[in-house]
T-cell receptor, first 114, second 112 residues
């Protein structure tokens, strides 16, 4: 069973702090990893993806991948109240017909308080 | 910008009714997906399609069927709605070879 695990939270951080969201996955063959942000009542929105070991930075967001330890992290620097949302981690496994279906974690709720 | 639209944001149906949820994407994506999302259970895949007229079952296909007659359109059908199908339904699409999914706004379905 291929699984992606996340702590459901909530993770509460003060405004301006670094929020660290973590995710572990069960399949060593996983190729790529994604972070989605989902505001309450809205649909998930892709914010980052990472394929290689190490860090990938995009503005205030940094994704970190460690394939040996099978974990993925998302760091949000200078957290803002507008970052308050549920963050979904997803890992890609191959599927039939040439499609690629990600496996989603259940998400971590982040609350950034002023 | 990828755009995925869904036919309704909110829908209320009665038990036993046949329900159609429609999804349209405008980016020529080969893959389309239907998920349901429930509190504490996360996203669960119902069906997916990797080409016109092709479909495959996801993790929870029971009680649902799908139709894909055109590349841009993927429909989810609840043959006889039941109260345990009350949920948020999300459609997504992606290019072949890519697992980056783009989601529609979702349909919150209530079955009474």
């Amino acid at each position: 069973q291929k699984e992606v695990e996340q702590n459901s939270g909530p993770l509460s951080v003060p405004e301006g702090a670094i929020a660290s969201l973590n995710c572990t996955y069960s399949d060593r063959g996983s190729q790529s990893f994604f972070w989605y942000r989902q505001y309450s009542g809205k649909s998930p929105e892709l914010i980052m993806f990472i394929y290689s070991n190490g860090d990938k930075e995009d503005g205030r967001f940094t994704a970190q991948l460690n394939k040996a330890s099978q974990y993925v992290s998302l760091l949000i620097r200078d957290s803002q109240p507008s970052d308050s949302a549920t963050y979904l981690c997803a890992a890609r496994f191959g599927a039939s017909g040439g499609s690629y279906i990600p496996t989603f974690g259940r998400g971590t709720s982040l609350i950034v308080h002023p | 910008d990828v755009k995925v639209t869904q036919s309704s944001r909110y829908l209320v149906k009665r038990t036993g009714e046949k329900v159609f949820l429609e999804c349209v994407q405008d980016m020529d994506h080969e893959n389309m997906f239907w998920y349901r999302q429930d509190p504490g259970l996360g996203l669960r895949l119902i069906y997916f399609s990797y080409d016109v007229k092709m479909k495959e079952k996801g993790d929870i296909p029971e009680g649902y069927s799908v139709s894909r007659e055109k590349k841009e359109r993927f429909s989810l059908i609840l043959e006889s709605a039941s109260t345990n199908q009350t949920s948020m339904y999300l459609c997504a699409s992606s290019l072949t070879g890519s697992a980056e999914q783009y989601f529609g706004p979702g349909t919150r379905l209530t079955v009474t």
